[in-house]
């Protein structure tokens, strides 16, 4: 038992994961072959002022355990610590295990001191940080407090004892026969052939321990080399060059130790002798350099090792080069200074050495075929894994309704002209980046710098490098916000899209989206649960967030700010970005403090777009020349503007460039004042101007389609589209058109146009283009709604077996459909609440709820966007009754939205019963069903006898299982919660749902017997469920 502790205190002093004075990462479960999933998340967001980002340390080895910290549990550190224990089999214990060692004491040697040791300690004083490193990775203490190095820095003989018990201790990680994978969330282990890993662990036992044995000094390189020989199991894991540096130089181990005693005689000329010496010992340090670096490299993480291969950091193949090269320069010396008999044993070394090395390649190829046929058997399970990932993957994206923010990021790299490497290759060098990257505990990286600098291609680049060296076990979600596309405009958009990309590479997480609905005012709140509960998750593999545009996101960005700065160090509070952001424990990467490079990368990106427009508009050389100079005088270090101007230039003839770039003002909005004086001169200046007035209002953007019902063109010419993208073009580059929709090119130009232009592009104030686009938005709907657009015919038709004809009958009025209300809102927001003509009786709202509002109902319905729908009647029953109190419009609101809310399922499930179950099980007095009596289906002869009015019930929830126990409101009475339960205990559930419009947002599990109550938190943000039966309570 005794031995037994030795081992462990051993085992966990040589594989600590952190140290305060090494600066390698502790990341060594990236090497192994049976990871336990690692619980980590970092979160990268980017504003024109701000980016976060968050990262927390990775989880341990499996081939080599390691403990837990003790650190303080956080909320933070309970995310990144909670399960990251590894179940540890016991081993059995090295022989003649070495008491911890308090003190240092230096032992005067009774035998000559080795050139190895030397050699050992020459390197220590030269390489001093390197070789701390190394006796750090070999000495780590449990005990996160006590971080001083147990390796005996002046006492040879201890030292050496040490080694050979560390060497001991590697050699047994071999003996894991298995090669593990995870698929569905499971970890599987697949059988080796245990003749070929025993043949390894045979092979290398015996190599290390004679070398051990006969040389003991030599435990300061062997050490190292039974570290590493585990790790090769994993041959992803290793790359090529480290990998064929480390077999060199390990078969030509026993070669190098032989050279002191054999090749360095007694009788030998005092001079040659010296300079042999020397030459033996800088061999030996270059060795013992090398393979210590190669422990190193092997025990550091993937992310680091791919960073630095990218720089060159680590000449690897140079090292190794000039290893060889002393090598061999040092054969020639001892073949002119050695007897036939020395030189006899010399090349009998050296074929021992070939010999080693050829084993040990076959060996390593052996292992590696078995890795192959276990990747066989891998890719199997994966593409069974794939098949059902693809239905999880559709069932995921109809649940959150999410869109997926990689083809976001394609379109945002395809509108800025494709992503050029060189803008922002220089970040991967950077100190604050590196630091962020290599940290050991959770931080946020703010990447702060002015609008166009290129943070959001910045952050595309570094998506791109994370995945290229991500291992099978990390997933990258991320997200883009873009304030002018109300689809990513807002918090709850952007947890969509991080759930979605979490799920899609992760697909076992797929469980903790349960059934339900994400949509209406509360979606954030059943969103939050699910992210918290994917965070949470055990098995959750090593996670970058990554979140572009901050700022950007313009709905709930206060509740966006609080989940991130929550999981930072530091508790923050106060209003605005700058404030929450300045407050948490971060890096901060400042884009002004990197000028010069930042400049630098400006220029290769402008030497691009030179060329690009050199080959395309026939520029000759001498004038392709001038324009690079021109552009790079005058771009400050702002990609937007250079790709402003370069986008102006391309519709620019070669002979009149230089004229033009003269025109052409320094700084963002000097470059937008001129595109708008361009504009203002036009023949198309109005048309222009209102159409910047259409782009800067709508709230995503919209389409060709949906733009001509927005503008009045000529006659001859309505219809067409290509007079409309003529208008675009003219509109300078305000404006990009891509797939036939229309969006500004930059919120900067959104921001110019409104705080510095409105007067001139806006008739009166700014609010009045959201009533245009209101009215014109009621004429169009009204012009095309009717029953029955589709053509479907069968009242109980169902939604999901629906397909849109040719041509899209919505085509040019789907934003009108689904918007029209938000924007009379939005209008009388800014207006004082008087009696509006819109909200009059026989007005145009009054005169669209008579004659249109069940082909309205019908198109929400086939557009799946009838919640939005339910949530614009509320909202405007709101607005009845604040500026139309007493009128008949308010009665008709009212019961249209009792209408929608009463009906709401049934129209979703089968768009046609709206005018069927809707109509003929509404009360008998109701006013809609009156306005549209024509519309009841006349082959019901005896239609049942309905109540006179709404009843006071508000809605009909439905959905459970078995019989409701408890029911119980939040405290502002948005949110509703009961329990049920079947008679035979086989379903128990907590339902949540959206009183605004009767959405189901989650449906929650997990109590064995009947809920016996369900309650709110104060502030509505928790809900708890205690069960008699079991005697839980569920938060």
């Known amino acids: 038992m005794s031995d037994e502790r030795s081992y462990k205190r051993l085992l966990k002093r040589l594989f600590k994961r952190d140290s305060a004075n090494a600066k390698e990462p502790r990341k060594l479960a990236q090497h192994n072959t049976a990871s336990v999933p690692a619980r980590s998340s970092r979160v990268i967001a980017s504003t024109p002022t701000v980016s976060v980002n968050k990262q927390s340390i990775t989880g341990p080895s499996a081939l080599i355990p390691a403990p837990s910290e003790k650190t303080p549990q956080t909320w933070t550190n309970y995310i990144e610590n909670r399960d990251v224990g590894v179940t540890r089999k016991e081993t059995a214990v090295a022989p003649n295990p070495t008491p911890k060692q308090d003190t240092d004491t230096r032992e005067v040697e009774s035998t000559p001191a080795s050139l ?33 190095n147990r390796i005996p820095q002046h006492n040879t003989i201890s030292r050496q004892e040490i080694l050979k018990q560390i060497t001991e201790l590697g050699l047994k990680h071999m003996e894991d026969k298995k090669v593990k994978v995870t698929i569905l969330g499971h970890e599987i282990g697949l059988q080796d052939s245990i003749g070929k890993v025993g043949e390894a662990v045979d092979w290398a036992r015996k190599y290390i321990q004679d070398a051990i044995k006969d040389v003991p000094y030599t435990s300061a390189v062997m050490a190292g080399i039974s570290l590493i020989l585990p790790l090769l199991k994993n041959p992803a894991a290793i790359d090529t060059t480290s990998r064929e540096g480390f077999t060199y130089v390990t078969s030509q181990t026993r070669y190098y130790i032989e050279m002191e005693s054999l090749l360095l005689p007694e009788d030998m000329k005092p001079d040659l002798k010296a300079d042999l010496t020397e030459r033996v010992l800088n061999l030996y340090k270059l060795v013992i350099e090398f393979q210590v670096q190669s422990v190193m490299r092997f025990y550091r993480s993937r992310t680091k090792n791919y960073f630095r291969s990218i720089i060159n950091y680590d000449s690897w193949k140079d090292k190794l080069e000039h290893l060889q090269k002393e090598e061999s320069s040092l054969e020639k010396k001892f073949e002119k200074a050695l007897s036939s008999t020395s030189l006899q044993q010399l090349k009998k070394l050296a074929r021992e050495a070939e010999g080693s090395r050829k084993t040990l390649d076959n060996i390593l190829n052996n292992i590696q075929e078995l890795v192959t046929i276990s990747q066989d058997q891998k890719a199997i399970l994966e593409r069974s894994e794939k098949h059902l990932s693809n239905a999880e993957d559709r069932r995921c994206r109809e649940t959150l309704q999410a869109t997926d923010p990689s083809l976001d990021k394609e379109r945002i790299e395809e509108d800025k002209g494709g992503l050029l490497k060189d803008s922002y290759s220089w970040v991967l060098s950077n100190d604050d980046f590196q630091n962020w990257r290599d940290a050991s505990h959770s931080q946020l990286l703010w990447i702060k710098g002015d609008p166009g600098k290129g943070k959001t291609m910045l952050l595309c680049g570094i998506i791109d490098e994370l995945s290229k060296m991500a291992m099978d076990k990390t997933n990258i979600s991320f997200f883009f916000c873009q304030a002018t596309n109300s689809r990513i405009n807002n918090a709850t958009a952007v947890l969509r899209g991080l759930i979605y990309m979490l799920v899609r590479q992760q697909p076992s997480l797929i469980t903790h989206i349960r059934d339900g609905s994400f949509e209406g005012e509360n979606a954030w709140f059943a969103l939050l649960r699910v992210f918290n509960s994917i965070l949470e998750d055990p098995h959750l593999h090593r996670t970058y967030l990554i979140i572009d545009a901050l700022d950007e996101c313009t709905a709930d960005l206060s509740r966006l700010l609080h989940l991130l700065v929550q999981k930072s160090p530091a508790s923050v509070t106060g209003r605005g970005i700058e404030k929450d952001l300045n407050d948490t424990t971060q890096i901060k990467l400042r884009l002004e403090l990197n000028e010069d490079i930042l400049t630098a990368a400006v220029d290769s990106f402008i030497q691009y777009k030179t060329n690009k427009l050199a080959e395309e508009n026939n520029y000759s050389p001498r004038l392709r020349d001038d324009v690079q100079h021109h552009l790079v005088s005058k771009a400050n270090g702002t990609f937007l503007w250079a790709a402003l101007v370069c986008k102006n230039l391309a519709r620019v003839p070669a002979r009149n460039v230089r004229k033009k770039l003269e025109n052409f003002p320094s700084g963002l909005d000097e470059l937008y004042q001129r595109m708008l004086n361009q504009i203002s001169e036009s023949d198309d200046a109005e048309l222009c101007k209102h159409l910047l007035d259409i782009t800067t209002a709508v709230y995503r953007p919209i389409t060709l389609d949906e733009l001509a019902s927005f503008i009045d063109l000529p006659e001859d010419v309505a219809g067409d589209n290509e007079p409309l993208k003529e208008i675009i073009e ?164 009212q019961d249209a939205r009792r209408f929608i809310l009463y009906f709401k399922r049934a129209i979703e499930q089968s768009p046609l019963q709206v005018y069927s179950s809707a109509l003929v099980f509404s009360p008998a007095c109701s006013l809609i069903r009156g306005l549209f009596k024509k519309e009841e289906p006349q082959w019901i002869m005896n239609k049942p006898a309905m109540e006179e009015s709404w009843s006071a019930c508000l809605q009909t929830l439905e959905g459970h299982s078995g019989g409701v126990r408890s029911v119980v409101f939040s405290h502002d009475s948005r949110l509703l919660a009961f329990a049920s339960a079947s008679l035979d205990k086989s379903h128990m559930t907590v339902k949540l749902w959206d009183t605004t419009n009767g959405q189901c947002l989650q449906t929650l599990k997990g109590h064995s017997d009947w809920v016996n109550c369900v309650v709110f938190s104060h502030d509505s943000r928790l809900l708890a469920s205690a069960s008699d039966g079991d005697s839980t309570v569920k938060l």
């Open 730 to 893: 003219s509109c300078g580059s305000f404006l990009t058109l891509r797939e036939r929709k229309i969006s500004l090119v930059h919120q900067s130009a959104k921001d110019f146009l409104l705080q510095k232009a409105s007067d001139k592009i806006f008739l009166g104030h700014a609010e009045n283009i959201h009533h245009f686009i209101f009215s014109r938005s009621l004429q169009v709907i009204s012009g095309i709604l009717r029953r029955d657009i589709f053509n479907i015919r069968s009242p109980g038709f169902p939604i999901d077996q629906v397909k849109t004809p040719y041509p899209d009958p919505f085509a040019a009025a789907q934003y009108s459909c689904v918007c029209s209300v938000d924007h009379l809102l939005d209008y009388h927001a800014g207006q004082t609440e008087e009696w509006s003509k819109d909200l009059q009786d026989g007005g145009m709202i009054d005169k669209f709820l008579r004659t249109k509002y069940l082909y309205w109902l019908e198109a929400l319905a086939l557009l799946r966007c009838l919640s939005e729908g339910a949530l614009a009647i509320s909202r405007l029953t709101d607005l009845a009754q604040r500026v139309a109190k007493g009128s008949q419009l308010l009665s008709h609101v």
């Open 116 to 148: 190895w040791n030397k050699a050992y300690d020459s390197v220590k004083q030269e390489k001093s940080n390197l070789l701390s490193r190394y006796e750090d990775l070999l000495s780590r203490e449990e005990d996160a407090g006590d971080v001083s």
